[in-house]
């Protein structure tokens, strides 16, 4: 290809090259003269995560995902901010109105497949109302969605329908909310066709912004994850990943504690139950990451040799670019959960001095129980 035609790939919205290997938008020149007679130009990467399901890294920063978004506030458009149910103050963006300028916003909670079918739809949206009081953030109208399962698809497109006025559409979220995945959905529901954009297991798997056309000449675009480094999938490779992100409906696994007991999260984070009563302390990870409950004497000494193996993941590979884990100790009042961005929560019912340990720069927060 040369250098004055501008071709980008249709899954994740890279301008296509074909000279630097590694770098965003990079295909081989046979696959892109292949994909000029199919109509299929997908970069290397996109083709390796629609067949192969493999994700290769690019350099992409933080600061080019933020210049991107920072332009929106000049738009006249409707905004649609993708969150996870499962990890809400970790992907909410900060100063997220400050984005959106005057625009209207229709915050959409996904993954709502991963939370127990008994949880109540109202009381959800009630809660999540307040924990975007809580963070300062305005909004329009919130909706629920499943996006995995299909559900409330035909609700979503009639929202957007009713709120943007023949204008332009801009979906945006951190990284691993599943925005993709919901235009994909969107798009199959109206006919056109399906898996247009690069959808995986994987975060942040869209580059640039990608524009889908309406029949009235606006637009439905797609753009780049914002990666927030305080979430604990930034740390993990792809193997890791897997363990960590959750797949199916949380089986919410409840251990009887006495206080000096702890529970490990596989080797990524340590809880320490101090002083206290006994009591239930229900943990919301995904199935596939296993705890493991002890005694709370001795638990440096079992981390640094079980780290790796018992302790699992980070995987044993991986242990010298993993961070050490830092110390934080938390006087709890009353029924609160103590989230982990990017990993999950624990559910603690009542007054309790506990500690966490977590990986340097990971966040945690405390708030008002979610079930």
Known sequence: MTKEEAVYCIG????????????????????????????????????????????????????????????????????????????????????????????PVLLVANKLDLLPKSLNPNRLQNWLQGQLKDLGIKVDDILLLSAKKRKAVDELLDKIESMRHGKDVYIMGVTNVGKSTIINRLLQSTGVDAQVITTSQYPGTTLDLIEIPFEDDSVLVDTPGIIHSNQMTSLLDLDDLKLVMPADELRPRTYQLNDQQTLFMGGLARFDYLSGEKMGITAYFSRRLDIHRRKLEGSDEFYDKHLGGLLTPPQAGTIAEFPTLVRREFHIRENTDLVISGLGWLNIPKAADIAIHVPRGIAVYLRSPLI
């Open 12 to 103: 994740c919205g890279a301008r296509l090259q074909s000279e630097q290997a590694g770098e965003r938008g990079y295909t081989p020149q046979s696959s892109y003269d292949k994909g000029i007679e199919t109509g299929e130009l997908y970069c290397q990467r996109c083709f390796k995560l629609r067949h192969y399901n493999q994700l290769e890294k690019v350099s992409t920063s933080e600061d080019e995902f933020l210049a991107l978004l920072n332009d929106l506030s000049n738009k006249d458009a409707l905004i649609v901010n993708v969150i996870d149910i499962f990890d809400v103050s970790g992907s909410i963006i900060s100063g997220l109105n400050r984005f959106t300028g005057d625009n």
